[in-house]
Antibody, heavy 118, light 110 residues
C-alpha cells in the first residue's frame, strides 16, 4: 500500500526540541519533492517546509525559519522535520505530504499531534 | 489571514450545484497552478483537483474547476450529503516563496 507514516510527535515544553519522521512505503521517496504541512485542530492548512529530491533545496515558512529544518534520507525512504526552540503557537497536527506536478499535494500522512505547553 | 481568500461557509440543498471561489493575486494564482483539497471531519486532506482543472484519481466528474486571472473556482454538481466537508484551494506564491492555502470553505448540504 502506498502510504506515509509519521512518528515522533508528542508533548514538549516551550523552548524544547522534537524530531518528526515520515517513512514512505509502497513507493520510493527519492522520486518526489516532499512537504510538511500543519493544521491546528479546527483551523486551516498551513504550509511549513519543502525539500527537493536530493535535499539540496530546502524552503521554510517564515514563522519557522531558523527554528525548523526539513531533511531527508532517501536510502531510508524517510523524511524528517527537526523542530527547535518550539513555541506554544507551534502546537498543531503535522502532516508529511508528497508533492505532485504543479505544486499539488497528492499523498498525505495521517498526521502527528505536536503539543507545546508548560 | 490567509493569502488566498475563500468564503468561510456555503450551503446548498441535495441535488443542487455549488461553486466555491478562491481569490488570490498575480504572485500566486495569477502565475501558478491551483489545486483543490477536500477534508472530511477528523480525516486527512485529499487532493481533488490539480493543475487548475484536472481531477485526481477516483474523483467523479461531478467535481470541476477552472482558473481565470487571479481567481479559481471549484464546482460541485448533484450535491450529496456526503459532500459535506471543508474545501481548500492552494498554490505556490512567488513573492512569499511558500505554498499558500485558502482559509477553507465549509460546505453544508441541507
Amino acid at each position: 500500500e502506498v502510504q506515509l507514516v509519521e512518528s515522533g510527535g508528542g508533548l514538549v515544553q516551550p523552548g524544547g526540541s522534537l524530531t518528526l519522521s515520515c517513512v514512505a512505503s509502497g513507493f520510493s521517496l527519492s522520486g518526489h519533492w516532499m512537504h510538511w504541512v500543519r493544521q491546528v485542530p479546527g483551523q486551516g492548512l498551513v504550509w511549513v517546509a519543502r525539500i527537493n529530491i536530493d535535499g539540496s533545496i530546502r524552503t521554510h515558512a517564515d514563522p519557522v525559519k531558523g527554528r525548523f529544518s526539513i531533511s531527508r534520507d532517501n536510502a531510508k525512504n524517510t523524511l524528517y522535520l527537526q523542530m527547535n526552540s518550539l513555541r506554544v503557537e507551534d502546537t498543531a497536527v503535522y502532516h508529511c505530504v508528497r508533492d505532485c506536478p504543479g505544486s499539488c499535494l497528492d499523498l498525505w500522512g495521517q498526521g502527528l499531534l505536536v503539543t507545546v505547553s508548560a | 489571514q490567509s493569502v488566498l481568500t475563500q468564503p468561510p461557509s456555503l450551503s446548498a440543498a441535495p441535488g443542487q450545484k455549488v461553486t466555491i471561489f478562491c481569490s488570490g493575486s498575480s504572485s500566486n494564482i495569477g502565475t501558478f497552478y491551483v489545486s483543490w483539497y477536500r477534508q472530511f471531519p477528523g480525516t486527512v486532506p485529499q487532493l481533488l483537483i490539480h493543475e487548475n482543472y484536472k481531477r485526481a484519481s477516483g474523483i467523479p466528474d461531478r467535481f470541476s474547476a477552472s482558473k481565470s486571472a487571479t481567481s479559481a473556482t471549484l464546482g460541485i454538481t448533484g450535491l450529496q450529503t456526503g459532500d459535506e466537508a471543508d474545501y481548500y484551494c492552494g498554490t505556490w506564491d512567488d513573492s512569499l516563496s511558500t505554498l499558500v492555502f485558502g482559509g477553507g470553505t465549509k460546505l453544508i448540504v441541507l
